[in-house]
């Protein structure tokens, strides 16, 4: 239970550090469309992030909220993995990052859709629609400014080599996950990792990119060891709840 | 000749617009109908654009996870309203470039009430209340407007404008009903956004020189100030609810009048804000200058990849 | 008293500000010297903030410290100008908000030190000193970006003409500040300023730049109605006394 | 006959070495004398300049006033003792400049432990303390070093060094004595930074190349592994008085040597920081590069009204 929990809140500040980094876009982007796609892919995620803070809300019992989990803690208490709380850089940075993350997301959810844990099972069901979206929009996107122009091409392939090195950590499992996967509640990601493969090389071909060899894959946001963009977005997250604690709003 | 057919083709029109029949895009009409059409629609369009920025500002500010999802939205909706807006005004031979490059050149004009910062939390409320409040006055009335695609966007842009309403309505409530500190900054933030909202029903009716040609044509359906009287009835009563106090000393209840009288509004502040001295016109068309530019790229390789798919589908048809 | 309390805090706002965002260029300086430098001044900056809050607590007496003045008020409560809050844009920004706001600074302090209030006065001697320092090197950089190549040139017009509307308000008296003037407490601002615009107006002529003419002046900071960007210095400002209420570090 | 010679000044220069006799800018020295100095006082030079960056990354966070003058002070310190290195460094004929392309092409290296993040105040007050306390340990034997501007460079930054350790052991003495919040915070941050600390002093003696040739040079005083013993059983008991648990398992009071067995240092983490792959060394080298370019046409500016000035010197003189 104690591990469940912990793994409910690693995928809850997932979504709520990638959904916040795309609601830094609202008002910004390069199209009036994408603007639009982009506010809906973070509400997606943010929306994933309530139910499951809720539900680690519940496994935890200890009377704390889906904001205190989500406002009240330190930096270090944050699971999510590095690629996520990357800053957002040009539409480019933003399309690869949700990209790398959009087929992780989409594998895990499908799969984690049959777990035996009904509180999971029912979340990942709901969002692997939304994921589903998720993934043709980024994939579609990548394929567009890969084989677009010569500059978009060398932009994209420019925040691929800058990002690749966060997509290990994706699919590298924490001792928590280990267990959790032994006990048959989570899928192995080594499962999932030649499914993302598959399907990221597909698109990469497509946008005619080259996925940069012999990367040294960074992590350490899984056990709370993060980058330090990271405590620059919680400031601001965090803010008002910092300021006033115990209020409703 | 001519001038016949368009002397008939004038009358259809004034005919249509006697009747309340709407005016569609292929329907013949006055130059100075069209212009004034795409003037209007193109800057309501642009309002909803900029309008983004100070409650986008509070996003990543949000006290809760729920405000943070429901203000989100908010936005959203506001780039879906400038979306049909835009497509409003594209029936009327405008293209979207070409009123972006108006914008950004200062030649086109947006809502001055959003060249105020928001400045705490409670100006999110303040803005859903009272500057949504006074926009769904201004365009209620335009469900009629008489030009038929302008009318048809109004549906939906109101009927979302009264949803975020309420969602404005309700954070201040739940901040007057909060904590000290919470009821201060609601109070604070009333006291900022009020005048300016008064303001957004534009000059009084005396200085307004295009208002009788919109009722005319019933483009426009009321007067500025038969509108700001209206909001400031409607809006005293919630106030008091809230338990907020009106910043206008002035303000008293005329029994004669059935309404309210109230002090007059800052006109020299009025005028400055709409020649681009208000506190954030410069900051906020930077800011769309420097999305657009730098988005620039990203438009011209979509149309690039178009091109290539266009090309490799002739290509095959051709095989 | 309440109002020289008012005044005490606006300046300490005023240095705070400032000093917070020449502190954002530490380690980010286009030379090592200049790195240095800016660092210096934001520390004198800060020198004079806590100086001033540790005064205006003595005038409050309710008991709050330098820190809660600091850190524990909302963004609506600062009172500084809104020059001082602008970002730093490119460091030709930087030197050029520092510029205007230096000759400001300078003559203030220097007839503050003759005020019959020794609080104040005995602040403004101390940072006076400082701030004729400042005011030489952001000088010499005005000149030296103005006369230099025609890049640094086209780049620091562009910056006064984008900074040159937040200069009004230094000189614009609010009611304290006109009160205090009458009083004798504080010098009338209507007398600090033709000095400087003659010190300005030698050094841009010095770095043949041209002063925007008839600009509308933007104010509000110092009635509390700042630009959208202070809020931001202020989560990072304040994000750890927020956090955990009442500690000492 | 020039062998003859060479071979006099080498005579000379190692004689100066073994009598403790300062290497100066004009005495003979050979090349790899020379090569290894320039490598070492750069390499140093560059470990203040990006150590800025971890600490900077708190200025504008810092909990206090006086906590943010003091580590913004602290960090300026910094940046001086990179002046007086690079300055040392250019005795021996190698430009600023040159060094500077060096860094920012990953030819030159700096310490490793500014590749770790700080990610929480506790990080300011543990750097202070170990990180600067593994160095002055590194640097101190530096003063006796025989070439002279790298030895005085040392006396003014080991000065400030320790002022500096004080410092950061006095937040973390303030963090241990706060709030279990702060305690938590503070024993959070030793963990992170305890074995990176360790690993400052360079790899095991066995696996060390240049150890010997810059100890017989007298560049070099102590070994990697007497430093690291040392460093570890001064730290041992400040852990302690602090009430912090050092995270080591392996940790224990060794009667027999008169101090600590510990556990081994992660030496693949070591190495891989080393290569360029630790968390942060993509940030920080991309922090540098872009200060640098963004600051050009400073750089150009001040270079060009420099030669305006003496021009218009020389114009005046010759009239």
Not at chain 1, 113 to 118: A, G, T
Not at chain 2, 14 to 22: L, M, P, Q, S
Request: with cysteine; charged share 25%.
């Amino acid at each position: 239970r104690a591990q469940l929990l912990d793994y409910t809140l690693q995928l809850a500040d997932t979504s709520l550090i990638l959904g916040h980094r795309l609601s830094e876009w609202c008002g910004h982007g390069p199209i009036l469309e994408q603007d639009l796609a982009m506010a809906n892919i973070a509400l997606d995620l943010i929306g994933e992030t309530r139910s499951l803070y809720q539900y680690a809300a519940e496994l935890e019992s200890q009377g704390r909220t889906e904001d205190d989990l989500a406002y009240l803690r330190e930096a270090v208490e944050y699971k999510n993995p590095l690629l996520v709380e990357q800053p957002n850089g040009d539409f480019g940075d933003t399309v690869m990052r949700q990209f790398i993350f959009d087929g992780f997301h989409f594998f895990l959810l499908k799969d984690l859709q049959n777990s035996p844990d009904s509180g999971l099972a029912g979340i990942a069901a709901k969002s692997f629609k939304e994921a589903s979206y998720h993934i043709k929009w980024s994939s579609e996107w990548i394929i567009r400014l890969g084989d677009g122009t010569e500059e978009s091409k060398r932009r994209i392939q420019k925040s691929l080599e800058n990002l690749w090195m966060y997509s290990g950590e994706l699919f590298s499992m924490t001792h928590t996950e280990e267990q959790l996967s032994q006990a048959g509640l989570i899928p192995d990601y080594r499962t999932l990792q030649p499914q993302w493969e598959a399907h990221v090389g597909k698109v990469f071909a497509e946008a005619t990119l080259e996925v940069p060899q012999n990367v040294f894959m960074q992590k350490g946001g899984k056990t709370g060891r993060h980058t330090e963009h990271l405590g620059y977005l919680l400031t601001e997250l965090q803010y008002l709840q910092r300021a006033y604690p115990g209020l409703e709003w | 000749m001519e001038t016949i057919i368009d002397k008939s083709l004038e009358e259809l029109f004034e005919e249509k617009i006697a009747n309340e029949i709407r005016i569609e895009p292929k329907d013949w009409m006055p130059e100075q109908y069209r212009k004034t059409l795409v003037r209007q629609i193109s800057q309501h369009a642009h309002s909803e654009i900029v309008g983004m920025l100070p409650e986008g500002n509070w996003i990543t500010r949000a006290p809760s996870l729920k405000r943070k999802a429901i203000l989100l939205s908010k936005v959203q909706d506001e780039a879906g309203h400038g979306l049909y807006l835009y497509s409003a005004a594209e029936t009327l031979g405008t293209s979207r470039d070409q009123m972006i490059a108006d914008l950004h050149s200062g030649k086109a004009k947006y809502s001055s009430i959003f060249n105020y910062p928001t400045l705490s939390w409670a100006d999110i409320g303040a803005i859903g209340w009272l500057v949504d409040g006074a926009a769904i006055m201004n365009q209620v009335p335009l469900i009629r407007t008489s030009y038929g695609p302008y009318a048809r966007a109004m549906v939906r842009v109101c009927k979302e404008e009264s949803f975020h309403q309420r969602q404005g309505f309700e954070i201040m409530m739940t901040l007057c009903n909060g904590a000290p500190a919470q009821k201060k900054m609601a109070q604070e933030a009333f006291n900022r956004w009020w005048w300016p909202t008064l303001m957004m029903f534009g000059p009084k009716d005396s200085e307004s020189p295009n208002t009788e040609q919109s009722m005319r044509w019933k483009i426009k359906r009321f007067t500025n100030d038969e509108l700001r009287q209206r909001f400031v009835d409607m809006m005293v009563p919630q106030a008091e609810f809230l338990g907020l106090t009106v910043p206008d000393k002035d303000l008293k209840w005329n029994e004669a009048k059935n309404g309210y009288d109230f002090g007059d509004v800052d006109w020299e502040e009025f005028w400055n804000v709409v020649k681009g001295n208000g506190p954030c016109n410069k900051d906020r068309i930077n800011t769309r200058v420097k999305a657009h530019e730098e988005g620039a790229w990203v438009r011209e390789a979509a149309l690039a990849h178009a091109q290539k798919r266009v090309q490799r589908e002739a290509a095959k048809n051709v095989a």
